[in-house]
């Protein structure tokens, strides 16, 4: 054996040493690693079953929340029409179902809405179920944010109904104070006839005389039945059911109507269009009438030689009639006063053709109103909902 032999043992042994050392320190290092390791599956474990309890619980609130929806909407007395995003009907609640049938799914939305007509324009659409009853509804949509809508159907049928009832009772509850100024009016008119009627009897009365006091009586009398006729308007409140009316031929009613009255008061009437829709939802006869009355009542109160105005614009209210005189124009205390019945600031007024003629307007679903800012005389503005346009999601 050489020198060097125990030499290289010794650097062999220093060598395994170092790598027994280092095995050592590797395996230590990967027990640890290997232990945390054990311990972050053993937390990813508890935040997943966490994550999946949360998660089944989610799911389950979801589908109690799914089934109550579902209960809730299949009790709903609003009718409920899920509609896709190219306008085709998805689904109907029960509710809906009864109002259209249910051969509506896989039909266009606007489809169904042919098969309707406008009602009285603030109440929307008369409906006739497979029942064969009509029906009065209000149509309401609402877009959804990933596409598609929900049309709402409400039925205001039974609404309607109550309200016109209650208007009844209102009016009858009134019958007591309106009875009291009818009484108040009839008076001088039933007086005056009498007079003239007790100076026919006398003897030896000049024929023009004569003459003069039978007209007068008539027109005493012409008088008390116009009042009459008023009072029986007012009272009943009833107008026939609304139609598509053509403007134009309304405004020519009017027009005419007034003509006469004009020219005997030599007082001019023009009739200024500025924009206006070509048909209204209207009784044409009732309506027409409340703007005679108004136009009429302007003349009244207009001097010779100046002219009665009828405006007709669009607004964003709807459509607006204003009614324009060079008057001595209404008093601020008496602007809303006048409206009532038998309340007239003419002597031979019957104080009922401004509260018929609101009547008639809010029986159109619309107003009538004094412009109180109007300064050169009196303006009286009606302003009428124009008719539902069925475009698409309407």
């Known amino acids: ?151 709402l159907l409400h039925d205001n049928t039974r609404t309607q109904l109550l309200l016109r009832q209650l208007a009844a009772q209102e009016r009858l509850a009134a019958m007591g104070q309106m009875m009291a100024g009818l009484a108040h009016q009839l008076r001088t008119p039933l007086s005056a006839a009498m007079l003239y009627a007790a100076n026919l009897s006398e003897p030896g009365l000049p024929a023009s005389a004569r003459q003069r006091f039978a007209e007068r009586t008539l027109e005493r009398l012409r008088q008390l039945e116009g009042q009459i006729q008023d009072t029986l308007s007012y009272v009943r409140g009833d107008i026939m059911p609304p139609g598509r009316v053509p403007l134009s031929r309304l405004l020519d009613s009017v027009h005419h109507a007034v003509a006469g009255l004009a020219a005997a008061r030599q007082v001019g009437f023009d009739i200024e269009l500025q924009a206006a829709p070509d048909l209204i939802m209207a009784d044409e006869q009732t309506l027409a009438s409340a703007l005679i009355c108004l136009v009429e009542n302007a003349m009244a109160f207009s001097p010779a030689g100046s002219v009665v105005t009828l405006a007709v614009d669009l607004t964003e209210a709807g459509l607006s009639l204003c009614v324009i005189d060079c008057g001595p124009g209404v008093p601020p205390e008496m602007a809303e006063r006048i409206f009532e019945p038998f309340v007239t600031t003419r002597t031979d007024g019957t104080g009922l053709g401004l509260a018929l003629a609101r009547q008639i307007v809010t029986q159109h679903g619309g107003t009538l109103h004094l412009d109180a800012e109007y300064a050169d005389g009196a303006k009286f503005v009606i302003t009428l909902p124009l008719i539902p346009q069925t475009t698409n999601g309407s």
């Open 1 to 151: 054996m050489s020198c060097d032999q125990p030499q290289e043992n010794t650097h062999a042994a220093d060598r395994l040493e170092t790598a027994f050392s280092l095995f050592n320190q590797a395996s230590v290092e990967l027990i640890d690693s290997y232990a945390k390791l054990q311990k972050d599956v053993a937390s990813l474990s508890a935040q997943l079953e966490l994550a999946n309890l949360a998660l089944v619980r989610q799911t389950s609130e979801r589908v109690g929340l799914a089934e109550r929806l579902a209960l809730l909407l299949d009790a709903l007395p609003a009718g409920v029409v899920e509609c896709a995003s190219d306008g085709r009907i998805l689904s109907l609640n029960p509710a809906a179902s009864e109002m259209l049938g249910n051969g509506w799914p896989g039909r266009l939305w606007d489809e169904l809405m042919m098969t309707l007509s406008p009602a009285d324009v603030a109440h929307g659409w008369w409906l006739t179920d497979p029942l064969g009853v009509v029906r009065q509804i209000q149509v309401e949509t609402r877009e959804l944010p990933m596409g598609g809508r929900i049309v």
